[in-house]
């Protein structure tokens, strides 16, 4: 894939692109700001923006802001967001309403350097990949499930297949499968037959997170 990588602590980013890079996919442009980040990512049109929240010039929300721009003006743009902190109301307004090829992880992730590239694939190839951390707890929205359903959801918005579910809780796919339409009728979702409903259902907890 060809990459935009925005981080401005230079170890980090400088530690990203070797990685990155070691691995096949090339890293066409990297940067220290969210004005350079626009210009980058209009300039090369990379396939994937992995990108810091916290950005100059103001140290906020800079790489954040820049990222939903981003988005909305390159639907295709895959995007894979770095955070220090949880911040389950930023997930949401990051993702919107398109949940697809987007990514929000806490930095530690990125120590298990496997994992990460992991990351960045299912991102890459349009999966959704959601920091455990940012699940944890549960809104009034959620409250009809069950702590396996619980399990389940967040699994399913962190990017995990049905096999890969299984494989975490120690359960059969029929198990994991027979969970997720139970979640399915609990939260209303009436999906069409060419709506996604694992995604409606993550979509589901964003919009509790807003308000948690």
């Known amino acids: 894939m060809r990459i935009v990588i925005a981080e401005d602590q230079i170890l980090l980013r400088d530690g990203l692109v070797r990685l990155l890079e070691s691995v096949g996919h090339a890293v ?35 790489g954040a802001r820049a990222a939903v721009y981003l988005r909305d003006r390159f639907p295709e743009l895959a995007v894979l967001v770095l955070s220090q902190t949880v911040d389950p109301g930023l997930v949401a307004d990051l993702a919107g309403a398109r949940v697809t090829a987007f990514g929000y992880l806490l930095k ?41 359903e619980v399990e389940v959801l967040g699994r399913v918005a962190s990017g995990r297949s049905n096999a890969g579910i299984a494989a975490d809780l120690v359960i059969s796919k029929r198990t994991v499968e027979a969970h997720l339409r139970s979640i399915v009728d609990k939260l209303g979702i009436d999906a069409g037959p060419e709506d996604n409903q694992r995604v409606l259902a993550v979509l589901t907890w964003f919009a509790s997170a807003v308000r948690r």
């Open 108 to 148: 530690d992730r990125v120590l298990d350097t496997a994992a990460f590239l992991d990351d960045v694939a299912t991102v890459g190839t349009g999966g959704t990949v959601i920091d455990p951390a940012v699940l944890d707890g549960r809104s009034a929205e959620l409250a009809a499930l069950t702590e396996r």
């Open 28 to 62: 066409v442009a990297q940067v220290g700001d969210a004005r350079a980040l626009v210009e980058q990512v209009n300039r090369h049109r990379p396939d994937l923006l992995i990108a810091d929240v916290r950005m100059p010039p103001t140290y906020t929300d800079d």
